[in-house]
């Protein structure tokens, strides 16, 4: 059972990145999926979540309009693109699932590595 987390890089302001979350040994469908990142001394935050179903999703204020929040069950894979970049969004991206649509990281169990993002101005 394993998640991992992939896409980052390096990126000037204003430009787009895509994260993609690739789930193995289970399938990710039947989880809630959130990604979470944590900037540097800061504690980590819940970006954007999508429920199972992929009815409701969550976005955090800071990121609504920039980022969408999508999965791909045929490739058992989930996604994160984010558009209008800014410096603030440098921080390492994680993704989890979890068996309750939350925004807090407490209701995710399994995680996978993060990826680096880094926005220069």
């Known amino acids: 059972v394993q998640l991992q987390a992939s896409g980052g890089g390096m990126m000037q302001a204003g430009g787009s990145l895509t994260l993609t979350c690739t789930a193995s040994?289970?399938?990710?469908?039947?989880?809630?999926i959130g990604w979470f990142r944590q900037a540097s001394g800061r504690e980590r935050e819940g970006v954007s979540c999508?429920?199972?179903?992929?009815?409701?999703?969550y976005y955090e204020d800071s990121v609504k309009g920039r980022f969408t929040i999508s999965g791909d069950n045929a490739k058992n894979t989930a996604f994160l693109r984010m558009n209008s970049l800014k410096p603030e969004d440098t921080a390492v991206y994680s993704c989890?699932?979890?068996?309750?649509?939350?925004?807090?990281?407490?209701?995710?169990?399994?995680w996978g590595q993060g990826t680096l993002v880094t926005v220069s101005s």
């Open positions: 989890a699932i979890g068996s309750s649509f939350d925004s807090s990281a407490s209701a995710y169990h399994i």
């Open positions: 040994g289970f399938t990710l469908g039947y989880y809630n």
């Open positions: 999508i429920s199972r179903s992929a009815r409701t999703l």
